[in-house]
């Protein structure tokens, strides 16, 4: 029972993380969305340590695992459009594969080069340890 309540507050932080982002780039004006501001926000919190990551794992994880209970809306409106899919349908399938496959080509490029900037820590604070150069 305490890991649910445990995973539920880090839901709703979440949550909260987002709308105050969306809010903010609303203010603001920004040409992109709420989430990516907050994505940004976050990774800086993570990078400084202001954030400690098993802060909001549990909840990430719940999220991550239940994604496709969030695109159900989104599919069942499509159905309304079959007049714009009969004559874009091509167009916005294509927008949707490139979207797609950059979205794909920066998440593998982003990990490689997180897990490079790992590697260079550890290596460092190895050699550190041990005094060699």
């Known amino acids: 029972m305490k890991r649910i309540a445990f995973t539920l507050m880090q839901v709703l932080g979440l949550i909260a ?43 990430a994880d719940w999220l991550l695992s239940n994604m496709l209970l969030f695109f159900i ?19 916005l399938f294509a927008a949707i594969g490139i979207g797609f496959t950059c979205v794909m080509i920066a998440t593998a490029l982003t990990v490689e080069w997180v897990c490079r900037f790992e590697r260079g820590l550890r290596l460092r604070r190895l050699r550190k340890e041990r005094g060699l150069p």
């Open 17 to 59: 993380a987002w709308y105050a982002a969306d809010r903010a780039a609303a203010w603001l004006g920004l040409p992109f969305s709420g989430g990516v501001v907050g994505l940004l926000v976050m990774v800086a919190l993570l990078l400084g340590g202001v954030l400690r990551p098993t802060a909001i794992e549990q909840g």
């Open 73 to 91: 809306p989104l599919v069942v409106s499509v159905v309304q459009f079959t007049g714009l899919l009969k004559e874009d349908g091509w167009r």
